[in-house]
T-cell receptor, first 110, second 119 residues
Framework: KNQVEQSPQSLIILEGKNCTLQ??????????LRWYKQDTGRGPVSLTI?????NTKSNGRYTATLDADTKQSSLHITASQLSDSASYIC?????????FGKGNQVVVIP | GAVVSQHPSWVICKSGTSVKIECRSL??????MFWYRQFPKQSLMLMAT?????????EQGVEKDKFLINHASLTLSTLTVTSAHPEDSSFYIC???????????????FGEGSRLTVL
């Protein structure tokens, strides 16, 4: 079983709308959690890095939350744009190793 | 910001040939680089950890004689897919962590990826 589970697997949203992506993990001990954006055929680009003590971190229209007690994180995209169409990957670090989620595939339509 | 460059970005080769992919950290030194492969709609799968000046550490199930890794300098790691076959067709991505960064929150930078198609 994958140590990092993301949901929904994919979603389609209208331009301008908000959406929230979920990441649940079982990695222990926990070091940090990262959200990456990966455009099709490109490498992942970091959006946020969160440590145990951080609950919320924003990067422009992207806001990540972390609940280390329940081992859940979310990535909220505000006022989505067409350029937000991508795969969003949750990566959890623990025991000096990285565990990758399969990604949330987001498609923003006009 | 720091940038990791991969070359080539895509390559098509015949079955049985070898293909070399380069991963360079452009404005920082990286004692450790990582190689991943990614199949469509799947997560990145770590293949090996490339260590400057020493042998790479391969993940279970990854053939070290099939995927040769050379980390010749603090800014360059190469992945050579030897005797490539169609099942080796995939998206190969490297990453590097800037030397001296915090071990807990150190930024990990990914390359743009290299699309390998073996005919």
């Amino acid at each position: 079983k994958n140590q990092v589970e993301q949901s929904p697997q994919s979603l389609i949203i209208l331009e301008g709308k908000n959406c929230t992506l979920q990441c649940n993990y079982t990695v222990s001990p926990f070091s940090n959690l990262r959200w990456y954006k990966q455009d099709t055929g490109r490498g992942p680009v970091s959006l946020t890095i969160m440590t145990f003590s951080e609950n919320t971190k924003s990067n422009g229209r992207y806001t990540a939350t972390l609940d280390a007690d329940t081992k859940q994180s979310s990535l909220h995209i505000t006022a989505s744009q067409l350029s937000d169409s991508a795969s969003y990957i949750c990566v959890v670090k623990g025991n000096n190793r990285l565990a990758f989620g399969k990604g949330n595939q987001v498609v923003v339509i006009p | 910001g720091a940038v990791v460059s991969q070359h080539p970005s895509w390559v098509i080769c015949k079955s049985g040939t070898s293909v070399k992919i380069e991963c360079r950290s452009l404005d920082f030194q990286a004692t450790t680089m990582f190689w991943y492969r990614q199949f469509p709609k799947q997560s990145l799968m770590l293949m090996a950890t490339s260590n400057e000046g020493s042998k790479a550490t391969y993940e279970q199930g990854v053939e070290k004689d099939k995927f040769l890794i050379n980390h010749a300098s603090l800014t360059l790691s190469t992945l050579t897919v030897t005797s490539a076959h169609p099942e080796d067709s995939s998206f190969y991505i490297c990453s590097a962590r800037a030397q001296g960064s915090s071990r807990n929150t150190g930024e990990l930078f990914f390359g743009e990826g290299s699309r390998l198609t073996v005919l």
